[in-house]
């Protein structure tokens, strides 16, 4: 038998009893936790050190290095993180609905852990400690495959989480390192379809597009935006230039970001070079299309691979359109599905606008950098789905459970 | 471009139009559906007798020509289970709750239809009309894959419903059938991802196996049941009997009929004679452990193997079990999560096995074979899902949507 296998089974079994667990039990968990962190900070430093170094030998950029890097603070909002998710009200046990049939059964919805979830993930340690976090108050048992680039960390911070659960009396099989960080075992977890019931995906477009071609086991797809923001025909320039800005440079590297500004031809002329200028301001780089050269001659220009590009960086590319229909085409044809934006003063365009885009989730005149699971009330979210099956848009505890049917009869026969 | 790629943009396209087309034209596509499937009765029977006398050339079992064979009166029924949906509620466009946050953002959750969907099955031509009429109703384009065995009679099928579409105003790529049969193009069909938002694959073990192993889209796993009777030490063995001969012998080929049969130690010696006899005078033959057998010594022997089999036969396994716990665990490491059945009149029993078995369905004093759309009162039913993404037992009309978020602000940045 494998090590992963093993592994499998252990979360398997350690589902089967954290499923049941109390609220108050795995808020102890939690808290626990929370408090074996901050005891082994100093452990978890010196093993950062290793990792650090060996990216540094690496040559790995100072942007992964600070992705890789904890210190006490970083530590310490880890373990405040654990102890937020104890103040969440826990999903698990409610019964959504009851109803009895014509023959006496009475059929009732109740919300379920998925059971075992395994998470495939890359550079970044604290998701190791969010994740947990998360699954655990779901009363699921989570496998963690992290980075290789993060191994000792993810070691360190993963034994103390789990000297946290043993000390509130839960199975150790709750969380579980895989830390053999070779892309074979990796695709032997994508196929673990016997032990885990579900895999989230969390890091960049290749990992993700790897998890989706390899794994049988069912999947949710995170995170991939390129986000657009229409600038109709009747509008607020002032607001528009101020999203615009907004769901571009506040944030440029995370998925919510602006991608995309697609302006209505009728207001091109003015609204372009206004929105360019405070662009260009922010430190972002602008590309534009025939129509928008047209209007000003220094944008460098886009090609069609511009469209259906996710930068995560400083650039920004303009696409004149003639209305708010053609907008929603090439938002439906190049979008990613993830957060679409309209700035209009008409109703009628906002309705349609909302209508026809089909994302996880349509704005009308906000930005699009509200997609996240605290900014929509969640508290904590552990990615944001652009798929439609099983949950889309930002994930928090809900989308980390299932349904069970739970059937009381009294000697129904059919 | 391939044939396939083509019919994705057709059924993507169609899908925008029918996702926001209302109640009353998508029913009105339905009742003409309906309509020219009975004009067309003629034809379709006359397709169905060449591929039942391929069929029957290729020595076809009379049981497998009987699910392949269509006459007036199935074409009449097929028909009717269109107006049926009709009569059902119409799940989009449901706001399943709208919330305002603290910066006056108004976020909504919406129910939308899934997109496409794309569904693989076998030799019964009857799930070509069912599955497009449900798809139909929720504003789902869907793209069928049925067996090559019924190719000529689904064509028939498919040619009167889109002749009704198109009367009804809908664009024809709403319903598609693919007419190459190949597992290549099968293949093709499950790594769909641009077009394909989920896949629903309908039949025997072998067929589910290979979609989930081939499938980039993600899937919506059904079907396969290797479901239990538990009966308790404290129950009703008349009660106990009755229930579990239904649930085996009253339709043995069906997922939700119950394989195995757990019966508690303390009672196995009076009850086991008693529920053999009746399983035996149902056709039933059966299976015993070493424990069942010292109690009717010729129950044919069981091996390792018979857990974890769906037979679809009137074939039942006994086991003797220590209590419930053992029983619990028996059910958790064989079961398929499909459905489950406690016999008892322990309260404290009762409980325990609905909190405990990993299951879509749970029962307590009720057969197994009440897990069936028609059965919890949804009307109709695409599939039973055995997984836990998405949709977890009987999917009806709701199961085929998803939601997306709307949100109305008014120039919110962050």
Same mark, same amino acid.
């Given at each position: 038998m494998?090590k992963?296998?093993?592994?499998g089974?252990n979360?398997?079994e350690?589902?089967?009893?954290?499923g049941?667990?109390s609220?108050?039990e795995?808020?102890?968990?939690l808290?626990?936790m929370?408090e074996? $962190?901050?005891?082994a900070k100093?452990d978890?430093?010196?093993?950062?050190?290793i990792?650090l170094?060996?990216a540094r030998i690496?040559?790995?950029?100072?942007?992964m290095?600070d992705?890789?890097?904890?210190?006490?603070?970083?530590?310490?909002?880890?373990?405040?993180g654990?102890?937020?998710?104890v103040?969440l009200?826990?999903p698990?046990?409610?019964?959504?609905?009851?109803?009895?049939?014509?023959?006496g059964?009475?059929?009732?919805?109740k919300?379920v852990?998925?059971?075992v979830i395994?998470i495939?993930y890359?550079?970044?340690p604290?998701?190791?400690?969010d994740?947990a976090?998360l699954?655990l108050?779901?009363?699921?048992?989570?496998i963690?495959?992290?980075?290789?680039e993060?191994i000792n960390?993810?070691k360190?911070?993963?034994?103390?989480l789990?000297?946290?659960i043993?000390?509130a009396?839960?199975?150790?099989g709750?969380?579980q390192?895989?830390e053999d960080?070779t892309?074979?075992?990796?695709t032997?977890m994508?196929?673990?379809n016997?032990?885990?019931d579900v895999?989230?995906p969390?890091?960049?477009a290749g990992l993700?597009?790897?998890?989706?071609?390899?794994?049988t086991v069912?999947?949710i797809e995170?995170?991939?935006?390129?986000?657009?923001i229409?600038?109709?025909?009747?509008?607020?320039?002032?607001?528009?230039k101020n999203?615009?800005?907004?769901?571009?440079?506040?944030?440029?590297s995370?998925?919510?970001?602006a991608?995309k500004?697609?302006v209505n031809e009728?207001?091109a002329?003015?609204? $372009?070079?206004i929105v360019?200028?405070e $662009?260009?301001e922010?430190g972002v780089a602008?590309?534009?299309?025939?129509a928008?050269?047209?209007?000003i001659d220094?944008?460098e220009?886009?090609?069609?691979e511009?469209w259906g590009?996710e930068?995560?960086?400083?650039?920004?590319?303009?696409?004149?359109?003639?209305?708010v229909?053609e907008?929603?085409?090439h938002i439906?044809?190049?979008?990613?599905?993830?957060?679409e934006?309209i700035?209009?003063?008409?109703?009628?365009?906002s309705?349609k606008?909302?209508?026809?885009?089909d994302?996880a989730?349509?704005?009308?005149?906000?930005s699009?950098?509200?997609?996240?699971?605290?900014?929509f009330?969640?508290?904590?979210?552990i990615?944001?789905?652009?798929q439609?099956?099983?949950?889309r848009?930002?994930m928090?505890?809900?989308e980390?459970?299932?349904?069970?049917?739970i059937?009381?009869?009294?000697?129904?026969?059919?």
């Amino acid at each position: 038998m494998s090590k992963l296998v093993s592994m499998g089974q252990n979360a398997k079994e350690a589902s089967y009893e954290l499923g049941i667990s109390s609220t108050k039990e795995k808020d102890t968990a939690l808290i626990f936790m929370a408090e074996e $962190l901050i005891k082994a900070k100093e452990d978890i430093v010196k093993a950062n050190e290793i990792d650090l170094e060996a990216a540094r030998i690496k040559g790995t950029s100072e942007a992964m290095l600070d992705r890789l890097a904890l210190n006490y603070e970083r530590i310490e909002s880890m373990a405040d993180g654990l102890k937020d998710v104890v103040k969440l009200q826990d999903p698990i046990g409610e019964v959504i609905s009851m109803w009895q049939r014509p023959n006496g059964l009475q059929i009732g919805q109740k919300r379920v852990p998925l059971g075992v979830i395994g998470i495939i993930y890359e550079a970044r340690p604290n998701v190791t400690c969010d994740a947990a976090g998360l699954c655990l108050k779901t009363g699921n048992a989570v496998i963690l495959r992290g980075g290789s680039e993060a191994i000792n960390s993810n070691k360190a911070v993963v034994n103390a989480l789990v000297k946290g659960i043993e000390r509130a009396g839960l199975p150790k099989g709750c969380v579980q390192l895989v830390e053999d960080t070779t892309r074979e075992v990796a695709t032997e977890m994508m196929k673990l379809n016997e032990f885990i019931d579900v895999l989230i995906p969390r890091g960049g477009a290749g990992l993700i597009q790897s998890v989706l071609k390899n794994a049988t086991v069912p999947v949710i797809e995170t995170g991939t935006g390129n986000c657009h923001i229409y600038v109709d025909e009747d509008c607020d320039f002032e607001m528009a230039k101020n999203i615009a800005v907004n769901a571009k440079a506040s944030r440029p590297s995370v998925c919510n970001a602006a991608e995309k500004l697609l302006v209505n031809e009728k207001i091109a002329n003015i609204f $372009l070079p206004i929105v360019v200028k405070e $662009l260009r301001e922010n430190g972002v780089a602008v590309r534009g299309d025939e129509a928008a050269q047209a209007i000003i001659d220094d944008l460098e220009k886009t090609n069609e691979e511009d469209w259906g590009k996710e930068y995560l960086d400083y650039i920004m590319a303009v696409k004149i359109v003639k209305d708010v229909d053609e907008a929603i085409n090439h938002i439906n044809k190049y979008g990613t599905g993830h957060s679409e934006a309209i700035i209009t003063e008409s109703y009628k365009n906002s309705q349609k606008f909302l209508q026809k885009v089909d994302a996880a989730a349509v704005y009308v005149n906000a930005s699009t950098r509200f997609t996240d699971g605290s900014e929509f009330g969640f508290g904590a979210e552990i990615g944001i789905s652009t798929q439609k099956l099983h949950a889309r848009g930002p994930m928090g505890l809900k989308e980390l459970t299932t349904i069970k049917y739970i059937i009381y009869g009294n000697g129904q026969i059919r």
